[in-house]
């Protein structure tokens, strides 16, 4: 049987920048992925500058620089924030997740196609079930690591985040015009119940048009969202995928850990995981690390040494993050419009204490 320190579930930017992390300390370390081949994440592509600090990428990858959004309540504007300074990347995906692969190979062995079936616990290991096609592979490792998203399978293996909220997501790409440096936020309760839409910027007259919703009407939803604007949509122009809220309950066991939408590292007033899923890999890679040094790879040893204190450092913020959410699915379009225009009034203190990733507190 195949023997690995450590098998990293998902080749996504989570993932492989955990994977880098153990396999530059010198570890043996497989990045598999149920994708056939490389293909970037449906992602609105809107990052922090805050990206900067946690991973280095190639420039290219940066395709606009947004300083500010504009909010609309049914439709009608109700509020613009915007500071003189570039305070997130519109990014290409496609470049930076190609990016972060490449450099992960250099540490790592990552390889598309294999499809984890289950995942078994035997003498203090784990054995991974893999498939491709009609192959089935055995790998025995020391730790697993579910970085596979929002419909994890190694998080519905390990029976935790079943009281997560899992929305449907879905945007395409338009020859239109707009602002360069501001990004728009559409609340409206009958066009992404539960969530929100949004218009990006991109580069060379292309905006994005995306939407988050309940009950998996994304699609349907965006495709009205851009009959507002009077465009019509190809069906295979659209990106559909999904975006998990909550604070987890668990996200550890015996041998394996979560992390990224795995585990709902995600900001619930905005949908990004990028920077919250950066934090954590790095915590996720010293915890194994200090596991593999040790020969503990205990639920114990993972929640002490990960689960406590990626929660320490997020996990506050996303429960406020949901309180947020929460209040604003409670609202109609027209309370929604009169809660900006509150917000509005006082937009010079606002914007002195707000932060797109952590809700006025940038401590960490």
């Not at 579930?9 to 081949?37: F, R």
């Not at 959004?69 to 305070?87: D, I, M, N, Y």
């Not at 559409?186 to 910027?201: H, N, T």
Request: charged share 30%; aromatic share 8%.
């Amino acid at each position: 049987m195949e023997e690995r320190d450590v098998v990293v579930v998902g080749a996504g930017i989570a993932g492989c920048s955990l994977a880098s992390g153990v396999g530059e300390a010198g570890h043996d370390v497989l990045v598999v992925d149920a994708k056939p081949h490389f293909i970037p994440k449906v992602c609105s592509g809107l990052i922090s500058v805050r990206i900067d600090s946690l991973i280095s990428y190639p420039k290219k990858a940066i395709m606009n620089r947004i300083k500010g959004a504009k909010f609309f309540a049914g439709g009608e504007v109700s509020l613009e924030l915007k500071r003189s300074s570039t305070q997130a990347y519109v990014m290409d995906r496609a470049v930076l997740d190609a990016y972060v692969i490449e450099e992960t190979s250099r540490s790592c062995d990552v390889e598309f196609g294999w499809r984890l079936v289950n995942v078994e616990r035997k003498n203090g290991f784990a054995v991974c079930i893999l498939r491709k096609g009609d192959s089935i592979r055995k790998v025995k490792a020391k730790v697993v690591v579910g970085a596979d998203g929002a419909l994890s399978r190694v998080r519905r293996l390990l029976g935790v985040g079943k009281k997560l909220k899992i929305l449907s997501a879905a945007l395409a790409y338009v020859k239109d015009e707009m602002a360069s440096d501001i990004v728009e936020i559409y609340y409206d309760g009958e066009l992404a119940p539960g969530f929100f839409a949004w218009r990006i910027p991109r580069n060379d007259g292309i905006v994005e048009y995306g939407l988050g919703c309940e009950k998996g009407k994304a699609v349907k939803m965006l495709e009205k969202f851009c009959a507002r604007f009077e465009h019509k949509l190809d069906r295979n122009e659209i990106k559909a995928g999904f975006i998990p809220l909550g604070l987890i309950d668990r996200s550890v066991d015996d041998n394996v850990i979560l992390v990224g939408d795995a585990a709902s590292q995600v900001k619930p007033f905005s949908g990004g995981g990028v920077i919250y899923s950066l934090i954590c890999a790095k915590i996720g890679s010293e915890a194994i690390i200090r596991a593999l040094q040790s020969g503990d790879y205990s639920k114990e040893f993972f929640s002490r040494n990960y689960e406590n204190v990626w929660k320490k450092k997020i996990g506050t913020k996303i429960q406020v993050g949901m309180m947020i959410r929460k209040l604003f699915d409670s609202l109609s379009n027209d309370e929604v419009g009169e809660l900006l225009k509150m917000i509005d009034e006082n937009k010079e203190l606002f914007l002195k204490v707000a932060d797109m990733d952590f809700l006025g507190d940038d401590t960490l």
